[in-house]
C-alpha cells in the first residue's frame, strides 16, 4: 500500500486521545481495521506487531470485528517453513456501503463501495447546475442519491454514510455551502438538507470543498500518493485546489483555503462567477479553453442536450491530434496561463509536484509542455523547486472518491457506530415529481 494510505488518517482525524474502556477498545478496534486496510491480509500475530497491541488483545479484538462482519478469515499464511501456520484475516463490511457524490457546473457524480473498497456504482450523468438554480440542483442531486442508494441495497449493502463535493466555499462542521459561485448558490444546507431527503436512511451526511476530497483520493491512491507537499488543481469549469503541506490538508483559520481560481491575475480580464474580474478560472476553466477552442458551444449559450466536460474535452482532443490551428492556439494559451498560476503557489507552497485533474488530465500531452515551461520561467527559486506538473489518472470522478474515502475513514474511526443505522428497502416510496425535497425557505435566494 501507499504512503498516502499510511497516512491518510493524518488528514481527516483529530487529534483526541481516547479516556474509558468504550474509547480504548473503539480506537483499538479502529487500529486493527486501519492496519488491515493499509496492508491486506494479516495474521493475529502480525497485527499485534505491527500496532504493538497485546496478542491477547488483538484475539478479543477480532472475535468482536468477525461477530460484526468487519473482518473475514482468508486461509492459512505459514511462517517460513518452520513455525505453526497462522490463520490470516482481512477487511470485509460487504455489507457495508457509502456514497461519494459530486455535483458541479454540469454533471453529478456518483461513487459508491462497501468498506472493503469494492465499487459497485460508478458513473456521471450529465446536468446544468449552473443554469438550475439551487432547488432544481438539489432535486437532482437527490435523485441521483437515491438511485445510487438503491443499487447498494440490491448489491446486499446497507449504506452506512454519505459524503458530498461542491466547488466552492464549505462549512465543513455544518455543512453549509457557504458560497459557490459558479453554482449561484449562497448559504445552502446542504447536508442538512440531503439528511431530511434521505430520512428514513439515518445516516451521516458529510459536506467538503470538491478540490479538497479529490486531493485526499490523490494524496491516498493518485499519481503522487505520499507525496507529503503537494497541490492538486482541478480542471473544471471552476480551477480550485486541494494544498497538501508535510502529509496535512490545509483548511486554513476557517476552512476555506484553497480557492486557488479565484487569484486575480488580469484585472481587465473576463468577469468570474464570482463577480470580479480576471480570476486565474477566468484564464485556464473548462468555460475559457471552449470559448477560444469551440465558440459555438461556448458555456452560456443553452446548448442542448447538456454537454458532459468529458464530451466537450473530446471533441478538443479529436481537433488536436487532427492539427486544428484554432484548437491548438488555445491550449497553448490556456497552458501559459496555467504555469503562471502555478508559479504563484509553487512560490507560496513549494511542493513538489501539482497534480491536475478533469480536463487539465485530459489533454496534458498538449497542455503541460507549456504549463511547465512558464512555471519554469516564473518561479523564484528557478530549478532549486524542482516542481513539476503531472495528470491525475483518476479522471473526473477524483472528487467523488475521495468523498467517499472519507466516510470510509470516518467509519473506520468509530467502529462500534457501524450496524446503528437502520435497514433500507428500494426507494420506491422516495419522494415524487410533485412532493418537493427542500422547503425553499431553507436556502437565501
Known sequence: MTQGEENFTRLTRGGVQPAGHS????????????????????SRADIAEATGLHRATVSNLMAELLDRRLVREVG?????????????????????????????????????????????????????????????????????????????????????????????????????????????????????????????????VTVDNDANLAALAEYTAGVAAGTPDMVYLTGEVGVGGGII?????????????????????????????????????????????????????????GAV?????EERVAEIACGLAEGDPLMIAAVAEVGRWLGLGGSILVNLFN???????????????WLLPFAQAELEHLVVAGPAARCRFVASDLGFGAASLGAANVVINQLIDDPLAIGS?????????????????????????
Open 305 to 309: 442536450p447538456v454537454l458532459g466536460p
Open 76 to 204: 492459512i499464511e505459514h511462517a517460513g517453513a518452520v513455525g505453526r501456520p497462522r490463520r490470516a484475516v482481512a477487511l470485509d463490511g460487504s455489507h457495508i456501503g457509502v456514497l461519494g457524490l459530486e455535483i458541479n457546473v454540469d454533471y453529478v457524480a456518483v461513487h459508491g463501495t462497501d468498506l472493503g473498497g469494492r465499487v459497485l456504482v460508478e458513473r456521471r450523468v450529465g446536468f446544468d447546475a449552473m443554469g438550475s438554480g439551487p432547488n432544481q440542483s438539489l432535486r437532482e442531486l437527490g435523485r441521483v442519491a437515491r438511485t445510487a442508494i438503491d443499487e447498494l441495497v440490491l448489491a446486499g449493502t446497507r449504506p452506512a454514510g454519505i459524503g458530498v463535493g461542491v466547488p466552492g466555499l464549505v462549512d465543513v462542521g455544518h455543512g453549509v455551502v457557504a458560497l459557490a459561485p459558479n453554482l449561484g448558490w449562497h448559504d445552502v444546507p446542504l447536508a442538512s438538507w440531503l439528511s431530511i431527503a434521505l430520512g428514513n436512511l439515518g445516516v451521516p
Open 245 to 301: 503541506v508535510d502529509g496535512r490538508l490545509l483548511r486554513g483559520a476557517d476552512g476555506f483555503s484553497g480557492e486557488v481560481g479565484h487569484l486575480p491575475v488580469d484585472p481587465g480580464g473576463h468577469r468570474c462567477g464570482c463577480g470580479r474580474n480576471g480570476c486565474w478560472e477566468t484564464k485556464v476553466g473548462l468555460a475559457a479553453l471552449v470559448r477560444m477552442a469551440t465558440p459555438d458551444q461556448a458555456y452560456g449559450l
Open 421 to 445: 443505522a437502520p435497514s433500507v428497502r428500494p426507494a420506491h416510496s422516495s419522494p415524487g415529481p410533485d412532493r418537493p425535497l427542500i422547503d425553499p425557505d431553507l436556502i437565501s435566494p
Open 351 to 365: 511542493p513538489r509536484v501539482i497534480v491536475v485533474g478533469g480536463y487539465f488530465a485530459t489533454l496534458a500531452q
Open 23 to 42: 474509547s480504548l477498545r473503539r480506537a483499538n478496534l479502529s487500529l486493527v481495521l486501519r492496519h488491515l486496510r493499509n496492508h491486506g491480509s494479516s
